[in-house]
């Protein structure tokens, strides 16, 4: 199927694009002389642009496209339900879609996590958990317990209370000042230890952990209401948790009544090889957040996984979560969820992921005889790639260097090079991928090549 645009076309859409639509976390001068990447088509494990050029989605879109693109049966879902029940509220109602849906995730997820609130997007998800988690120790006696702790470059969400979670300063001033009590915590980042466990990633994660139960300390342990954790932390270029950390955490919020609250909106479906990161690193939350995958993108919804526990001072008496969301647990986003998740079991995306993770990480750390490829780092079918300016020392990019490496040249010339994937520098500067859970080794090999071909043009740059 063709869906290439005629010269005419693409100089309409061009500047209607420039004139009307504002891109999100976009410096939108970046396309005053150039044009606006336009995907009109997906395939697999590739999308199209206008001009019918074909691109690897090596990043499932933004951590979502699980199942691949053109995926007819999960479109024909929404179509169908869209045409029986296109919208009814979980506000005091219910509909089937949703119910067989909450049942189906609650059977999924690990422990006791038996309690669905739907969303429809991560940051939805991250600020509900926090205002449960809030109103929970209010409604059992512990009004004071309101503060939530994350860890060192995190991303959280965009909504003012996910955003008092995030850990990235940059993205967080232009709001300031935002909710109280967010508070930070060291990452997981073994490549940048401190010195004293830089050579013992057993050591690190206790010390990591360790630092959550001197941070709880600090603030009160009466004050802390949760911690946000994501299984491999995203922002900073995939940060998996060193051995026993989250066995520790989990002992430490035990410890103190601290909730720990798993923010999946990434991990979970399939991203590691489970439906839920907890599993794959072998830990219990009290909360689980998703989005993204839930759907593989073709209709939006998030929610979060809850405790029975939780879910008990509401579920008697006059308590209410005073809490909601308009387009939250939308019937034809179940729809879609339902056959997305069919799709799953169906193809074993799973086993798929967690039978060829080990060629792509043998794949990609290839690139680690390049120069400016420092680390190599991930689980699963996500990955970041560090990128320095010295091996040997680990130098990193001071900003000026930065900003003509990844914004002057990398983004723009792996793109043009037929890969989607993210050059990020919140934290040091990385490459991002995290492909479709289809993705086999004709893919990896692709990626490899085009990242190895520009990358080694990048380093001829600095």
Not at 224 to 232: D, G, N, S, T, W
């Amino acid at each position: 199927m063709s869906t290439t645009y005629g010269p005419d076309e693409i100089a309409a859409l061009q500047e209607k694009a420039k004139r009307h639509l504002w891109l999100h976390f976009t410096r939108m001068s970046s396309y005053a002389d150039a044009d606006v990447p336009v995907i009109v088509r997906g395939e697999g494990a590739y999308v199209y642009d206008q001009r019918g050029k074909r691109y690897l989605d090596g990043l499932a879109g933004l951590f979502v496209s699980q199942i691949g693109h053109g995926r007819t049966e999960v479109a024909e879902a929404g179509a169908r339900q869209a045409s029986q029940l296109a919208y009814f509220p979980l506000w005091s109602y219910a509909h089937p879609q949703a119910v067989a849906l909450a049942d189906r995730l609650a059977a999924l997820a690990p422990g006791d996590l038996n309690r669905v609130f739907f969303t429809t997007s991560g940051s939805e998800a991250v600020e509900s958990a926090w205002k449960l988690a809030k109103q929970y120790f209010r409604t059992v006696g512990e009004p004071g317990r309101f503060k939530v702790l994350s860890r060192s470059i995190a991303y959280h969400g965009t909504s003012m209370g996910a955003l008092a979670i995030t850990g990235l300063p940059g993205i967080k001033e232009p709001f300031e000042p935002l909710p109280p009590g967010g508070v930070r915590v060291p990452n997981t980042n073994f490549y940048r230890a401190p010195e004293f466990v830089a050579t013992d990633v057993t050591a690190f994660g206790v010390w990591a952990a360790d630092e959550i139960e001197r941070a709880i300390l600090r603030e009160g342990p009466e004050s802390v209401a949760a911690i946000f954790l994501e299984p491999c932390q995203n922002s900073g270029g995939c940060f998996p948790p060193p051995p026993g950390y989250f066995q520790r955490v989990r002992e430490i919020c035990d410890r103190y009544g601290v909730l720990l609250v798993s923010d999946e909106v990434i991990c979970a479906f399939g991203r590691l090889g489970h439906y839920f990161g907890a599993e794959r690193y072998g830990y219990q939350p009290d909360i689980i957040t998703f989005a993204k995958g839930v759907t593989s993108g073709y209709a939006p919804l998030g929610g979060m996984l809850v405790a029975d526990r939780l879910m008990e001072p509401f579920a008697a008496g006059s308590s209410t979560f005073l809490h909601g969301v308009t387009f939250a647990g939308h019937p034809v986003s179940c729809a879609v969820a339902m056959a997305n998740l069919d799709v799953f079991e169906k193809e074993d995306l799973l086993g798929n992921v967690r039978s060829h993770e080990g060629a792509f990480r043998a794949t990609l750390e290839k690139l680690a005889d390049l120069p400016i490829v420092g680390d190599v780092r991930g689980d699963g079918y996500f990955y970041g790639i560090e990128l320095v300016k010295d091996k040997a020392t680990r130098e990193t990019f001071d900003d000026d260097e930065s900003e003509r490496l990844l914004r002057g040249f990398l983004s723009h010339a792996l793109f043009d090079s037929g890969l989607v994937c993210r050059a990020d520098d919140r934290g040091d500067p990385v490459i991002q991928l995290s492909p479709p859970l289809i993705c086999t080794q004709e893919h990896f090999d692709e990626m490899e090549q085009i990242l190895r071909h520009v990358l080694t043009e990048a380093w001829t740059r600095l």
